[in-house]
């Protein structure tokens, strides 16, 4: 069992910066690949960012690639989401999700894990 929270979002201009964490509890976080996905009112959960277990490997949607950077510290049991270059389109609710698969994983099916969500909201 790994219990998730997130923490970080918040409000911010067009163009800035935010930091997300994810803190993990129980199972050591390194035992897992790690994934970001996000929601927006109305719609569907989407990915937006994967790393694998040792930190050696990262995945990103389109939409946020280049912008966005997923890392982790798993002395600290924590995964990060940095998030550059901020636009409105990404206001969302941001979820960390945890995986026992080794692969590539995008969908939200294949995560066994989840957090509560923080809120982020990009203004124009």
């Known amino acids: 069992q790994v219990q998730l929270v997130e923490s970080g979002g918040g409000l911010v201009q067009a163009g800035g910066s935010l930091r997300l964490s994810c803190a993990a509890s129980g199972r050591t976080v390194g035992s897992y690949c790690m994934g970001w996905f996000r929601q927006a009112p109305g719609k569907e959960r989407e990915f937006v960012a994967w790393?694998?277990?040792?930190?050696?490997?990262?995945y990103y949607a389109d939409s946020v690639k280049g912008r966005f950077t997923i890392s982790r510290d798993n002395a600290k049991n924590t995964v990060y989401l940095q998030m550059n270059s901020l636009k409105p389109e990404d206001t969302a609710v941001y979820y960390c999700?945890?995986?026992?698969?080794?692969?590539?994983?995008?969908?939200?099916?294949?995560?066994?894990?989840w957090g509560q969500g923080t809120q982020v909201t990009v203004s124009s």
């Open positions: 790393i694998n277990r040792s930190g050696s490997s990262t």
């Open positions: 999700a945890a995986s026992g698969r080794f692969t590539i994983r995008v969908g939200v099916g294949d995560y066994d894990y």
